[in-house]
């Protein structure tokens, strides 16, 4: 039986809040997981992800799922920002023990990997992103015929799979920068994030999806560059983050547990 705690507030005056996944068998050794959820900073919210939140915590993982701020009323940091403030206030909370810091892991979905990322860079937590995107100013300037569109196919009659992809991509990309400018892009770009702190790691990405596979290589170069190990699982087809979740989080969270497992050795 898993208990559910409902929009717990972390940030009054945003008035932000995240869902909480007890398991049953709650002790001070549980392993605590963070989840961000996808949506391209535009859309999507904890209440939607309650399937793997409770899935979570069924593997035995206290499970907080946080709501951040989401585009184009809030640009780049703000989510950023958000995801920070959350640990921060997890790490002080009555949720926590003053050595939790070393049970903590993270799973990020689409842009939450994102955000996991930036997050994996500054506290160490073990880390599995699900397509996180990486690569945004090098892209866009690679893309500058590419029309943004939510819906491209309703929007521009574009019936090309990859198309359609590349214009969200772009859309979602412009809409939480706020510019098309290079100097505000590459500040979003994963490469540009503080990764002195980065612990295990593991990226999962479909072969040909809408984050490209390409992007994430040339991230785990850079990573590999400053001797950071990554564990990269490609999986065939269109599949973006939660479309294969439900297939891969056995893999994900036994990456965590022996991570944690490994660290405590």
């Known amino acids: 039986m898993v208990v559910i705690k409902n929009n717990i507030i972390y940030d009054e005056n945003k008035e932000l809040g995240a869902d909480i996944y007890y398991p049953n068998d709650t002790t001070s050794e ?3 997981l963070i989840f961000w959820h996808g949506g391209g900073w535009l859309r999507g919210d904890k209440k939607d992800v309650k399937k793997v939140g409770v899935d979570f915590a069924n593997a035995g993982f206290m499970t907080f799922i946080p709501n951040y701020s989401l585009a184009p009323a809030n640009h780049f940091p703000a989510a950023h920002d958000d995801a920070l403030h959350f640990v921060e206030w997890l790490l002080n909370s009555d949720y926590t023990d003053h050595d939790d ?3 903590i892991v993270q799973i990020g979905a689409s842009v939450g990997g994102t955000m996991a990322l930036y997050v994996a860079g500054k506290y160490g937590f073990p880390t599995v992103t699900w397509s996180g995107p990486v690569e945004y100013a090098n892209w866009i300037k690679q893309h500058q015929d590419v029309k943004a569109s939510p819906q491209a196919k ?3 009659g574009i019936t090309d799979p990859a198309q359609i992809r590349a214009s969200f991509y772009k859309y979602f990309t412009l809409a939480y920068a706020g510019s098309d400018k290079a100097d505000v892009l590459q500040k979003l770009d ?3 994030y ?3 702190k980065l612990g295990k790691l593991m990226m999962l990405n479909s072969t ?3 984050t490209p596979l390409s992007t994430t290589l040339d991230f785990i170069k850079f ?3 400053e001797n950071h190990g990554v564990q990269l699982l490609v999986i065939p087809g269109h599949g973006h983050a939660m479309d294969y979740s439900q297939d891969y989080i056995d893999e994900s969270l036994d990456f965590l547990y022996q991570t944690i497992k490994r660290q405590k050795q």
Do not use: P
Request: glycine share 0%.
């Open 30 to 32: 549980t392993k605590i």
């Open 101 to 103: 810091i070393k049970n």
């Open 154 to 156: 309703q929007d521009f």
């Open 190 to 192: 994963a490469q540009s």
């Open 194 to 196: 503080d990764f002195s």
């Open 208 to 210: 040909d999806e809408l």
């Open 223 to 225: 990573l590999a560059k």
